[in-house]
């Protein structure tokens, strides 16, 4: 957005008296539509003032606020909430609770680049959110990452108004900011298409049992949105889609209800018969494809803004998650480091552009909103904001002992929602 020019109120009166003596002919209609134009454009300057971007050096082109460096700032960088603050935090994102040995993860704030020349993001303004968000509402879709998503977005927020809670049993959970006429939800899917339990119920589970989801393996259906959630998506002003690693699990793919191939699958599990083995990211770009497509279609009904959140790398080091795998890192990577993403992250990620490009026309076409909310890069910076032995106490563990998948909370997570608030204000 362009910075605007407001001119004066003395000088926009005096320039209208001018107008007034220079034709005794002249009416109170140009007057009075001037005086409104004001009014709007002062408007307009004082509650969207904080989000414009200025311009680059050259004066064309606004910031590209994913491309940029992580800058040690204890102030400019401190967190709107810690786990004494808000109580929705869960175990596995309370690194304070645990113990984590250094809290300097909290010290670092994202600077775009260029931001030295005043196009820097801004830290995110809890009541400038809520003005922009009255009377909407935003829902959240996807694994313990979205969930992370929403807990440090709620959290930021609840600093200025506690929120009500609620879970139905349809599986979504709600929060509900009464005050600011504001409400967010969010429905847990590793997959967002159809999905079930190669070797469990008929319908797909709950996150109550996705430690059997995360064995698997598991049939999706990767032409068909999940139904669990997507009659929903109409009734929300913003969707939030991500959920990316759960693809590398073990799985069954389906196409117009019948198996095209199959990853870490045995013959058991496909009725004995040969059946192509196909790659992770086969299964999480048809994926994608499926729910972008439904969403830029205004699928039942949606005609809302669809938001595409990038994969959010994982930092393991000398191993991966159950072979020894550690994440030890206590800086940020510095713009001079490599920072390179493992396999298959950097295909989850790649696919994902290119299937949020291809869907655009179409959601224009449709009157839908689609925008991306890339974190991959700033995200693949931060090897050192992870759980790691500091998701759960003393002997306790949620699937693996050494997290270099989640983020502590607060953390870097948190620079997601100054995104979205970027994203809401254009």
């Given at each position: ?11 926009f009166l005096a320039g ?172 847990w899917t590793p997959f ?78 496909t009725d004995g018969s ?153």
């Amino acid at each position: 957005m362009k910075s605007l020019t407001i001119p004066s109120l003395r000088g926009f009166l005096a320039g209208v008296r001018r107008s007034s003596r220079a034709s005794s002919k002249t009416t109170r209609v140009p007057a009075l539509t001037a005086l409104l134009f004001f009014a709007a454009a002062t408007f307009l300057f004082l509650f969207l003032a904080p989000f414009r971007s200025s311009p680059t050096g050259n004066g064309a082109a606004a910031c590209d606020a994913t491309r940029g460096e992580w800058v040690h700032d204890p102030a400019g960088a401190r967190p709107h909430y810690t786990n004494a603050t808000c109580a929705f935090i869960q175990d596995y994102q309370n690194c304070m609770k645990h113990g984590k040995p250094s809290l300097e993860f909290l010290q670092w704030r994202w600077l775009p680049d260029g931001g030295r020349a005043g196009c820097e993001l801004r830290r995110f303004d809890v009541e400038a959110f809520f003005r922009l968000v009255r009377g909407r509402s935003i829902l959240f879709v996807g694994d313990s990452l979205a969930s992370s998503h929403v807990t440090s977005l709620v959290c930021t927020l609840s600093q200025a108004e506690a929120p009500t809670r609620r879970h139905t049993a349809d599986g979504f959970e709600h929060w509900r900011f009464p005050e600011h006429d504001f409400a967010v939800s969010f429905f847990w899917t590793p997959f967002q298409v159809r999905w079930r339990l190669t070797h469990g119920p008929p319908a797909a589970v709950g996150p109550d049992r996705q430690g059997e989801v995360f064995a698997g393996p598991n049939d999706l259906h990767l032409d068909e949105p999940d139904e669990r959630w997507m009659p929903a998506a109409k009734e929300h002003d913003y969707v939030v889609v991500s959920a990316s690693h759960w693809f590398a699990r073990p799985a069954v793919y389906y196409s117009r209800g019948r198996v095209v191939g199959c990853h870490g699958c045995a013959a058991a599990e496909t009725d004995g018969s040969n059946v192509t083995a196909l790659p992770p990211a086969y299964a999480q770009r048809a994926a994608f494809r499926t729910v972008l497509r439904a969403l830029a279609a205004g699928h039942q009904g949606f005609k809302g803004t669809a938001i595409l959140r990038t994969v959010a790398p994982t930092h393991y080091s000398h191993g991966g998650w159950f072979d020894g795998g550690e994440c030890p890192s206590t800086r940020p990577f510095y713009r001079n480091q490599t920072a390179e993403m493992a396999e298959p992250e950097a295909q989850f990620y790649k696919a994902q552009l290119e299937e949020f490009r291809a869907a655009e026309a179409e959601a224009m076409a449709n009157g839908v909103r689609l925008r991306l909310l890339d974190v991959t890069g700033i995200m693949l910076r931060r090897p050192d904001a992870h759980p790691d032995r500091y998701g759960h106490g003393a002997g306790e563990h949620s699937g693996f002992d050494v997290d270099c998948l989640h983020w502590c909370l607060p953390g870097p997570i948190d620079v997601w929602n100054q995104l979205l608030l970027q994203i809401i204000a254009s």
